[in-house]
C-alpha cells in the first residue's frame, strides 16, 4: 500500500470525536423536529396468554395524552418475516415484558404518566420459562445460527473417548446475557408527503428500511432510514427491533413526528439477549496430551415465536486436531423472550467452555496449558479439511507467554499467596470467522482536490468513518485530509449491517473498489475537472460473496492473572493480555480500542454479568444496570492488547479480518482457568461471583465434571 503517512495501519483519530465529546452529535432521540411528540410503550405483565381488554381512560384524561394504542387500534402489518416485529397485531402475549400498547403524548413525561395509568386485564396460561439440561420439549434443529448444521460427527467419538488414556467429562453452565449498549434502542419517526424519515439506532439502515417498506407496504424509495451516530449495539441492533414498528405507527396514527426511546428496563424482553447455554464436554487424550476424541454438546433455549439457536458447539469444529469429534444442539422452545445475536454469538459461550475443558484436561494430563495447545494445532481445519487461509495462534500463544512471563508461573494450585489472597494465572486460546459480505460504493473527486467516499455503513462507535477514509485514502494515493467519508444513510449505497466483524471487511471492499477506478480515471484524465468532478462505482456482488477454497479465521491467545479472597470470596483480576493474528490492522488505534473493549466484556462475562429467569413471572430478574453489573472503571486492570503481523491475501483488497469480537472470545475462559490455578477449585458456572467462589469445594459436585486417567 501507498505510504500516505496516515493511510491504512497509522493511528488516525476518529473523525466524529470531536463532536461526541462535545456533545454535537445527535443520535436517534435527539431529533428536535418541530411539532415532534413523544412515545412510551406498556409491556406485558404476564409470562403467556391474551389481551382480555385494555383500560386506556385514565391514561387519556391525563394533560398531553395524545393516544393509546393498542391491538385493537393499531396500523395493520404487513406479515412479518421476523415474528417480534408483529406488535399491536393481536391480543396474543407470548413473553413477559410483550408490548401490548404505546402511549403517545406532547411530551416525554406525559407519556411516562400514561403508560403508567394504563391497566391491562389478561387472561392468564401456565407457562414454563426455565432451561433444564434434558427438558421433555428440546429438539434438534436442522441448523444452529449462521447457517452452520447443528450435528456434525466424524469418525467414532463415543467409542474413542472411552479407551482414552485420559479423559475430561465436563459440564458448563453460561447464564443469559444481555447487550446493554450505551444507547438505548430510539427511533425518531415522521411522515413527509408520503414520504417515512426515519432516524433510528440501527446497526444496518439498508436492513430497517427495507423490513419497514415491507411491514407498512411502501416502495423502499419512499423512505430514508438514518442512522448517523450509534452509541453501541453488540448486535442487539444488529436486525431492526419492535421500538422502529412502534415509532412508525405512531407517526403515522397522529401525523406528528414521534421519538421512542425504550426505557432501559424494558430492553432485556424486546431487543434480544445471548441465550443460557449448557454445555457437555468430553475430551479424550493420549498420555502425552494428543486429542483423540471431543464431544461437544450444547442445549439452549428459544422463544415460542422464534427460532434462535445459539451456535455455541461451533467453535470446537474450528480449534483443535482430533479424529474423532462430535458436535450437537439441541433447543428447548420456552415462553421467554427472543433470544438475539450478542458480541460473538456462538464463540464467546462455546470457547467459554472448550477453553476451560482444555484447560481441565491439561491438569488431568500434568502439561502446560499453552503446550497442550499447541501439541494439538491441526494442519487443516478440523470440521471442513480446508487449509486456512492463515492461522497463527501458536505465534499468539507464544508471543503472549512472553510477555505475560509465563515460564515463571508454578503450575501448583494455591501456590502463590498474599496474605488472605491467593493469585493465579490463566490462559485460553480465540478464534472468530471471517465473514464478508457484498456492498456498493461511490468515490467522487471534486475539482478543488478533495475527495468524498459514500457507502451505507454504519459506524456504532467502532471508528468507520475514518477507517474508510483510510482506506480510500491509500487506494487514491492521496493524504487523509483530503478524503471524506459519508455513512449512515440509506439513501447512500446499500451497505450490510454493522456486524459478525464484517463490516469493515464489506464497505472497506467496496470504497477500495471504487477509489481503484476513480484512480484509473483520473490517470487518464486531462485538463482541470468538470465542475461535477469525476465518479466511480463500485459493486462487490459475486466477488465479496464467493465462496472460499479456504478456511478464513481470526486467532487469539488471552492472559489473565488474577486474585481471589479468601475471606470476601471476591475475584480482582490484575492483568489481561491479549495477542491477535487479525490479518492486517487498518488502524492500530481504532484496533487496540475494539480489542481492549471486546476484553473488558469478557471480564464482566467472568465475573459480573449474568441474568436470571424468574420461574413465577418469566421475566427477567436483572433488567437494568443497577442490578445486572457490567464492569466499572475500577474493575478493569491492567489490560494490554497486541498483535502479529499477518499477510493473508485470501481475505478482501486490505488483507484484513474482523476485530470486534475476538476480544471477548476466550477471556472469560483465561479468568475461570486462573481462578482453578489460584484455588485448586474448577467453578462451572458464571459469573464467578463472591457467593460461588466461597461455596465450592474441590471436589466437584456429581455430575458436573471428572478428569483424570482410567483406573
Known sequence: MADTGTTPGAPAERREGREKVTGSARYAAEQSVPGRVHAWPVAAGIARGTVRTVHTEAALALPGVLTVLSHDNA?????????????????????????????????????????????????????????????????????????????????????????????????????????????????????????????????????????????????????????????????????????????????????????????????????????????????????????????????????????????????????????????????????????????????????????????ELAVAAGLDPVELRITNEPDTEPDSGKPFSSRHLVECLREGARRFDWARRDPRPRARTEGPLLVGSGVAAATYPVMVSPARATAHALPDGRFVVRTNATDIGTGARTVLAQIAADALGVPLDRVGAEVGNSDLPSAPLAGGSSGTASWGWAVHEACTRLAAALAGHTGPLPDEGLRAHADTAGKADAGSDYARHAFGAHFAEVTVDTVSGEVRVRRLLGVYAAGRILNSRTARSQFIGGMTMGLGMALTEGSTVDAASGDFVESDLAAYHVPAHADVPDIEAHWIDEDDPHLNPMGSKGIGEIGIVGTAAAIGNAVHHATGVRHRELPLTPDRILAGSADPAPGQGTAGRPG
Open 75 to 359: 396500523p395493520r402489518l404487513a406479515p412479518a418475516d421476523d415474528p417480534t416485529l408483529t406488535v399491536l397485531q393481536n391480543p396474543r402475549v407470548p413473553h413477559h415484558g410483550w408490548f401490548v400498547a404505546l402511549v403517545v403524548a406532547e411530551t416525554l413525561e406525559a407519556a411516562r404518566a400514561g403508560a403508567a395509568a394504563i391497566r391491562v386485564d389478561y387472561d392468564v396460561e401456565e407457562h414454563d420459562a426455565i432451561l433444564t439440561d434434558g427438558h421433555p420439549a428440546g429438539y434438534a434443529p436442522d441448523e444452529a445460527n449462521g447457517g452452520h448444521p447443528a450435528h456434525r460427527e466424524q469418525g467414532a467419538p463415543e467409542a474413542a473417548f472411552a479407551a482414552a488414556e485420559v479423559r475430561v467429562d465436563t459440564h458448563y453452565r453460561v447464564p443469559p446475557l444481555h447487550n446493554h449498549p450505551m444507547e438505548p434502542h430510539a427511533a425518531t419517526a415522521r411522515w413527509d408527503d408520503g414520504r417515512l424519515v426515519v432516524h433510528d439506532s440501527s446497526q444496518g439502515a439498508t436492513t430497517v428500511r427495507a423490513t419497514l417498506a415491507a411491514l407498512f407496504r411502501l416502495s423502499e424509495d419512499d423512505i430514508t432510514v438514518i442512522s448517523e451516530h450509534v452509541g453501541g449495539g453488540f448486535g442487539s441492533k444488529g436486525t431492526p427491533r419492535p421500538h422502529v414498528v412502534l415509532a412508525v405507527m405512531a407517526a403515522r396514527a397522529t401525523g406528528r413526528p414521534v421519538t421512542l426511546a425504550l426505557p432501559r428496563r424494558l430492553m432485556a424482553a424486546v431487543v434480544g439477549h445471548r441465550a443460557p447455554t449448557l454445555h457437555r464436554l468430553r475430551l479424550g487424550a493420549t498420555a502425552n496430551g494428543v486429542l483423540t476424541s471431543s464431544l461437544h454438546e450444547v442445549t439452549t433455549h428459544t422463544s415460542r415465536i422464534k427460532e434462535f439457536v445459539e451456535q455455541a458447539a461451533v467453535p470446537s469444529r474450528v480449534m483443535y486436531a482430533a479424529p474423532h469429534r462430535r458436535t450437537s444442539h439441541r433447543v428447548v422452545p420456552l415462553d421467554v423472550p427472543s433470544p438475539s445475536w450478542m458480541r460473538a454469538p456462538g464463540e464467546a459461550p462455546g470457547m467459554y467452555a472448550l477453553e476451560s475443558a482444555m484447560d
